[in-house]
C-alpha cells in the first residue's frame, strides 16, 4: 500500500509539474487519484484532451500537448511579442511600457526583488500595481495590474497585456516549469516575453501549436560593458561603485570585512539566503546616493534583470556550488551578471568588467564574446513528452511527498505540503499551527560565527514559510503578520554597527537583539521540517 501511495504521489508529481495548471486549480488534483482509471470528465481540461484525442479515452501518462492544458489561453489568439537581445538592452523596458499603457495586465519575474522594481515603477507611474510573491501580498485598491513572481502567476485571470521576463529561465531544471506554465497558460490578448535570443527557437516551436501570433523584436545593448585587461590588483582599488561578486555566504562577508577594513568604503550584501525585505534594503541603500554604503558585495542574486547603480562588476571567481557540485559559470550566467555594470541611464553611463584572479580573465573575455548557446531540452527517460519539455527536478518533492503519503490529509493539503517543507504533523492532528509553538521568547543573541548567522537565516526561512502558508491556508496560519513582523536578520545587520564603521568587526562586537528566540528549539523545529534541504 505504502509502496502504491508513493507511487501515486510520484506519478502525481510528475504530473503537477509537467501540467502545472495544478498550481492554482485543485479540481486538476484528481490527476492524482486516477489508477489508470478515465474518470475524468468533469476537468476542462481533460474534455479538450478527450476533443483532441477524439475517442473517449484519455492516455494520462501522454504530456505531449502541454499548450491544450490551458483552455483559456487557448480560446484568444495571443499577440506574442519576443524581447530578445543582450543585458541592458531595454528589452524589459519596452514590455514594460506597453503594460503600463493597457488597461489590465500582470509581470511575471523570476526575483522577489524584480518584481518589487517592477510594481514601484508602476505605482510611481500612476498605474495601481499589486505586489504578489511567494510571501508578499501588497494588494493596492482598485488595481487592475499585478507584478508577481512567475510561480504566483494565475493563468485564470484575464489580461490585456502579460510580461513574461528572463525567459531563458525556462530552461532550468528546478524553475522552469513556471515558465513553460505562464508562456502557454496566460490569459491575454498581448504576450510580452523578454530574454536571451538564445531561446528564440525553443519558444517559436513551443507556441507553434498555440495558434498564438509571434514577432520577435531583437535588441542592441544601450550602453558599452567592457571587459578590462587587467584584475582588480589589491582591494585598495576599489571604488564607489564596485560590485564584488562571489557565491558563498562565508566569502560574501569575508570580502565585505576586507573592503571595510580599508577604511574607505562600506558595502551592502545582496544573497540568496537573505530575508527578501533586507535584500531589498541593502539592494536599495547601494542605489541610494545619499547613503554611505556605496560598494556592493554580492552572489548571482543580482544576476537577472536588476537595475542597480553598478560601474564595475569584480567576479571574485568564476565558478559556483549548484547544490550539486562546484561547477564553472555557464555563459549565459556569466553575461548576465556582467550586465549588471553600467545600466542605461544609471550614474554610470559605462560598464566595466574585471576578476580578482588573472587565470579568470580569458574566460571572462571569451564568454563576454560568446553568443548564449541555444537552450537545450532534456527528456525525462521515457516520459512521453514533446521533445521541447523536460519534466522538472522534484526528487526534494518527492521526498516530502512520501512523508506526506502517511498522513491524513486531503489531496489538495497534501500537495501544498510537498510544494513547501512545513509542520506537516502539527497540522494534520490539529489543524492549526500557531507561531508560539515554533517561537518562544529565549536566549537568541546577534551571532558570533558565520554558522549562527546561517543558523539566523534558517529561522527567516521558517518564518517565510509561515507566511507562505498563511496565504494558502489562512485558517490554519494565522498569524501571519507576527511572522511577517520578525526582523532579525535586519536587526542584527543595524544593531551590529558595522555598517556605521568599517573597521568595526562585527562578529567581535556582539549585542543582544531587539527581541529574542529560544535558538534550540527553532533550529529542532527547523532540522525536523527542513527536508528539501538535506
Ligand atoms: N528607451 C528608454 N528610455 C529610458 N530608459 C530606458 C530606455 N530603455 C531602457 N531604459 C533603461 O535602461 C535600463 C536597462 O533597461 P532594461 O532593464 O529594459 O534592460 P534589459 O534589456 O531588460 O536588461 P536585462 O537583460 O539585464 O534584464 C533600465 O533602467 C531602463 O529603465
Ligand atoms: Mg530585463
Known amino acids: 500500500m505504502?509502496?502504491?501511495?508513493?507511487?501515486l504521489s510520484r506519478r502525481a508529481l510528475y504530473s503537477a509539474?509537467?501540467?502545472?495548471?495544478?498550481?492554482?486549480?485543485?479540481?486538476?488534483?484528481?490527476?492524482?487519484?486516477?489508477s489508470g482509471t478515465h474518470s475524468l470528465v468533469n476537468h476542462p481540461n481533460l474534455r479538450l484532451q478527450r476533443g483532441y484525442h477524439n475517442s473517449g479515452k484519455f492516455d494520462l501518462t501522454d504530456l505531449t500537448h502541454p499548450h491544450i492544458w490551458y483552455p483559456n489561453a487557448r480560446e484568444k489568439k495571443r499577440n506574442v511579442f519576443?524581447?530578445?537581445g543582450p543585458t541592458n538592452s531595454g528589452k524589459t523596458h519596452n514590455a514594460l511600457k506597453r503594460l503600463e499603457a493597457s488597461s489590465s495586465g500582470v509581470y511575471c519575474g523570476p526575483l522577489r526583488l524584480l518584481a518589487r522594481e517592477v510594481a514601484q515603477r508602476l505605482n510611481k507611474a500612476n498605474v495601481p500595481c499589486n505586489l504578489i510573491t511567494g510571501q508578499e501580498r501588497e494588494e493596492i485598491?482598485?488595481?487592475?495590474?499585478?507584478?508577481?513572481?512567475?510561480?504566483?502567476a494565475d493563468m485564470t485571470t484575464e489580461y490585456q497585456c502579460a510580461v513574461i521576463d528572463e525567459i531563458q529561465m525556462v530552461g532550468c531544471r528546478s524553475r522552469g516549469f513556471s515558465f513553460t506554465r505562464a508562456l502557454l497558460g496566460l490569459c491575454s490578448d498581448e504576450l510580452h516575453v523578454c530574454g536571451d535570443p538564445a531561446v528564440v527557437p525553443l519558444i517559436q516551436r513551443i507556441l507553434e501549436p498555440t495558434g498564438d501570433v509571434v514577432t520577435v523584436q531583437y535588441y542592441e545593448?544601450?550602453?558599452?560593458?567592457?571587459?578590462l585587461k587587467t584584475t582588480l590588483g589589491s582591494f585598495s582599488n576599489i571604488k564607489a561603485g564596485d560590485c564584488v561578486v562571489t557565491f558563498s555566504r562565508r566569502s560574501i562577508y569575508m570580502l565585505k570585512r576586507r573592503i571595510e577594513m580599508g577604511g574607505k568604503h562600506l558595502c551592502s550584501v545582496v544573497y540568496g539566503s537573505l530575508p527578501p525585505e533586507t535584500r531589498t534594503k541593502q539592494a536599495t541603500m547601494f542605489n541610494d546616493q545619499d547613503?554611505?554604503?556605496?560598494?556592493?558585495?554580492?552572489?548571482?542574486a543580482i544576476g537577472m534583470g536588476l537595475n542597480l547603480n553598478i560601474s564595475r562588476i569584480i567576479f571574485s571567481t568564476l565558478e559556483k556550488f549548484d547544490g550539486i557540485c562546484n561547477r564553472e559559470l555557464t555563459v549565459a550566467e556569466i553575461k548576465q551578471i556582467a550586465g549588471r555594470a553600467g545600466r542605461?541611464?544609471?550614474?554610470f553611463p559605462v560598464g566595466e568588467v574585471t576578476c580578482l584572479n588573472s587565470d579568470h580573465l580569458p574566460l571572462l573575455h571569451s564568454a563576454l564574446k560568446s553568443p548564449s548557446p541555444i537552450i537545450e531540452e532534456r527528456f525525462l527517460d521515457k516520459a512521453k513528452l514533446s521533445p521541447d519539455y523536460f519534466i522538472a527536478d522534484c526528487e526534494d518533492m518527492l521526498k516530502v511527498a512520501a512523508i506526506v503519503d502517511e498522513l491524513p490529509l486531503g489531496l489538495y493539503d497534501k500537495y501544498l505540503f510537498c510544494l513547501s517543507p512545513v509542520d506537516i504533523q502539527n497540522y494534520a492532528k490539529k489543524g492549526i499551527v500557531r507561531l508560539k509553538e515554533i517561537f518562544t521568547p529565549g536566549t537568541l543573541q546577534v551571532p558570533k560565527s558565520h554558522n549562527q548567522l546561517k543558523e539566523l537565516e534558517s529561522i527567516h526561512k521558517v518564518l517565510e514559510l509561515y507566511v507562505w502558508l498563511s496565504f494558502r491556508l489562512e485558517d490554519s496560519y494565522p498569524d501571519r503578520e507576527l511572522a511577517a513582523s520578525q526582523k532579525l536578520i535586519e536587526e542584527y545587520l543595524e544593531r551590529s554597527g558595522w555598517q556605521q564603521n568599517g573597521r568595526k568587526d562585527f562578529l567581535q562586537k556582539p549585542k543582544r537583539l531587539h527581541q529574542e528566540y529560544d535558538a534550540s528549539q527553532l533550529r529542532k523545529y527547523f532540522q525536523e521540517i527542513d527536508v528539501r534541504s538535506k
Do not use: Q
Request: with cysteine; charged share 10%; hydrophobic share 45%.
Open 141 to 152: 485598491e482598485g488595481a487592475k495590474h499585478s507584478s508577481v513572481t512567475v510561480e504566483m
Open 344 to 347: 542605461y541611464g544609471s550614474k
Open 221 to 227: 545593448r544601450l550602453s558599452p560593458l567592457v571587459p
Open 82 to 84: 519576443l524581447h530578445v
Open 291 to 300: 547613503s554611505n554604503l556605496n560598494v556592493l558585495v554580492a552572489s548571482d
Open 2 to 7: 505504502a509502496v502504491a501511495a508513493a507511487l
Open 17 to 34: 509539474l509537467a501540467s502545472p495548471s495544478w498550481l492554482h486549480d485543485t479540481s486538476s488534483c484528481y490527476i492524482c487519484s486516477i
